[in-house]
């Protein structure tokens, strides 16, 4: 399987009682990365039968109420994640996954450039969206009022102005990347090594 991002909850605090604030997991063949486990993270990974992770990543820790509750094995394989200020840059094989999870201005966003950008619903995410231009962009981190306006349209909207592909997570949403054309599938060197 490849790399997928498995969002445990898609909100903000003030969206409370209708969306969890779970944070994501990344997932690849090596590792299972919790990022920003907010509450309701450590249900979460239960419900989905992860018992431990290999790394949880805090942005901050208001974004990581949960991150103390959650058991990190003591040996495994660890992402290379680097930290920026208003969020992480993850390379993924083939790929680079960019998390923007704080209001950025428009003049930061050089070092989030990547394939895909998961980034939380701000004031100015079409601009974002347009500066870095990824392959997918995934909405998450959704307050009262983007809630209120229905994040699936939201998404839809930004992706006509843009001419990304934009999703808006969902609590429990599972992205396979290859799925999406977001990274580039490693092919296999068996096939043009045979018969030489």
């Given at each position: 399987m490849g790399p997928r991002l498995h969002f445990l909850g898609t909100g903000t605090s003030d969206a409370r009682g209708v969306l969890s604030e779970g944070?994501?997991?990344?997932?690849?063949?090596?590792s299972v990365v919790a990022v920003d486990p907010g509450p309701g993270a450590a249900q979460g990974l239960a419900a989905l039968k992860h018992k431990e992770?290999?790394?949880v990543i805090a942005t901050n820790h208001e974004l990581?109420?949960?991150?103390?509750?959650?058991?990190?094995?003591?040996a495994g394989n660890k992402l290379d994640a680097k930290r920026l200020a208003k969020g992480w840059v993850f390379k993924l094989g083939d790929g680079v996954v960019s998390y923007v999870a704080e209001p950025l201005d428009v003049r930061e966003v050089g070092a989030?450039?990547?394939d895909v950008l998961?980034?939380?619903?701000?004031r100015n995410v079409e601009k974002i969206i347009e500066k870095l231009k990824p392959k997918l962009v995934v909405l998450t981190r959704f307050d009262k009022e983007s809630v209120q306006k229905n994040p699936v349209y939201l998404a839809r909207d930004l992706q006509k102005k843009t001419g990304v592909q934009t999703i808006a997570a969902q609590d429990g949403l599972l992205v396979d990347l290859?799925?999406?054309?977001?990274?580039?599938?490693?092919k296999s060197l068996k096939k043009f090594t045979e018969g030489t």
């Open positions: 944070g994501f997991l990344i997932l690849t063949d090596q992770v290999d790394e990581a109420h949960d991150a103390d509750l959650i058991k990190v094995k003591t989030y450039q990547g998961i980034v939380s619903m701000q290859y799925s999406y054309g977001a990274l580039a599938e490693q």
